[in-house]
């Protein structure tokens, strides 16, 4: 597929956010050249596509780099309880329940809202790894898969089953070694863990010092918070992220610091469920890797990076009771790049030939993106979801004007999760 998009304001994100009039030209999957107003153009080609951006704005698209999509079902399901009570009431016995077919369907719902928002990639932990890198990879949508290793539903074996097969299934999949979290998994089933990450030099990712009580509990087993913890275990040799991080003490950042492991901030997960603000201002002056997650459906609601951004910037101003402590490119870049470099994918945030065509574009024509007296300000502290006019992923255009390309109908899958929604909690 050999795409035009011209008429275009282009996005680079470099150290100076540059903002260029021009066009973008896409074949087989990867971002063919870049054209800047001015400059000569290349002998004229056929195209099967051309779009007339409008000035409106393409820039690389938001990696979500924390979620479970499948859990769109649970929904405003039981919101506004105390997190256990919500977690072994209503979400541990619903999702027992669960059927491939159901995981499938409720992970479809989550790829239109990925798709409608911007998001071109998602790093997602949840029951099924296989049938979720399929979902992915047919909706033509890219994801790196994390194992959410625990001692409830998933076995080792089974993780080192998945890490080869899904490392090689689709160009549009990748996998992670992950465990859900340190208060979740045994310690011989970490050090057998351990095991592995040494011996394929790979990272690990996992929820961590998400609230006070996980972090209670980690040093009344083993007399360390969660991070020290799984550190002192060599899980991190390799790298890594975890996710969530609101409780991480000193000692720890430096840990993460030394280790290269990614904080992924999850804010609106973090205020819903009253977990806590992040530390983000310390985490950035120490120069911990940041990336932007929108955690699952349950505990957010929505899988919204603008709202992830809005909310990431003015916490963080506001814990540190500091309007200037953060700046708006600073979110931008965690929201695009970091997420890219946390899943491990290109992450060098620019618009330019050879990388992939993971685009998308931004309707500056909406009243809440004018006037342009700052772009990167606008897409932090006032831009929406209802601002994507087209998401792009390899290439191939999944979103466009409201209209869905993901390989199934978008109406039908609406009309199941209903009806899948309705047996699992009636059932
Ligand atoms: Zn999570």
Redesign the pocket.
């Known amino acids: 597929m050999n795409i035009r998009l011209y008429n275009a304001r282009i996005l680079d994100l470099d150290a100076s956010h540059t903002v260029r009039s021009g066009e973008v030209r896409v074949l087989d999957g990867k971002i063919a050249e870049v054209i800047y107003d001015g400059e000569i153009k290349p002998e004229d080609r056929i195209f099967d596509r051309e779009i007339d951006c409008k000035g409106n704005l393409l820039m690389r698209g938001f990696n979500d780099a ?1 979620t ?1 999509s499948a859990m769109t079902f649970l929904r405003s399901l039981a919101d506004d309880k105390p997190t256990p009570k919500w977690l072994e009431e209503d979400i541990f016995p619903h999702e027992a329940k669960l059927t491939d077919d159901d995981i499938a369907d409720f992970q479809r719902l989550a790829i239109m809202e990925y798709v409608s928002g911007g998001i071109v990639s998602a790093m997602d932990m949840y029951l099924r790894p296989d049938v979720t890198a399929e979902v992915f990879a047919n909706a033509g949508m890219r994801a790196v898969i994390v194992s959410g290793l625990n001692d409830f539903t998933s076995s080792l074996s089974e993780l080192e089953v998945q890490y080869d097969r899904l490392n090689s299934c689709s160009p549009l999949i990748s996998f992670k070694a992950g465990i859900h979290a340190e208060y979740t998994t045994s310690r011989d089933k970490l050090e057998k863990l351990s095991a592995f990450v040494h011996d394929k030099k790979t990272g690990i990712y996992c ?1 961590a010092s998400e609230t006070e009580s996980e972090v209670g509990g980690c040093i009344e087993r083993y007399g360390l918070p969660p991070v020290k913890f799984l550190a002192s275990l060599g899980l991190f040799d390799f790298g890594g992220g975890i ?1 969530h991080g609101v409780h991480v003490t000193d000692e720890e950042i430096e840990i993460l610091k030394e280790k290269e492991v990614y904080t992924v901030i999850n804010s609106a997960s973090n205020c819903k469920l009253a977990s806590g603000i992040a530390p983000l201002k310390k985490l950035y002056d120490k120069g911990i890797k940041l990336a932007i997650g929108t ?2 459906p349950a505990s957010n609601n929505c899988l919204d990076m603008f709202r992830e951004m809005y909310l990431t910037a003015v916490l963080c101003k506001l814990r540190e009771k500091d309007a200037a402590c953060i700046d708006a490119s600073v979110i931008l870049d965690m929201a695009v790049k970091g997420g890219a470099g946390c899943m491990g994918l290109e992450d060098s945030g620019l618009i330019s030939a050879g990388l992939p065509a993971d685009i998308i574009m931004i309707d500056m024509n909406r009243p809440n993106m004018q006037p342009v007296n700052n772009i990167v300000k606008n897409l932090v502290y006032s831009g929406q979801t209802a601002n994507i006019k087209m998401t792009m992923v390899s290439g191939r255009i999944l979103y466009y004007n409201g209209e869905y390309d993901l390989g199934f109908d978008p109406e039908e899958v609406i009309g199941r999760c209903g009806e899948r929604t309705n047996k699992i909690v009636s059932g």
Do not use: S, V
Request: charged share 15%.
């Open positions: 924390h479970h929820h996710y955690d699952g």
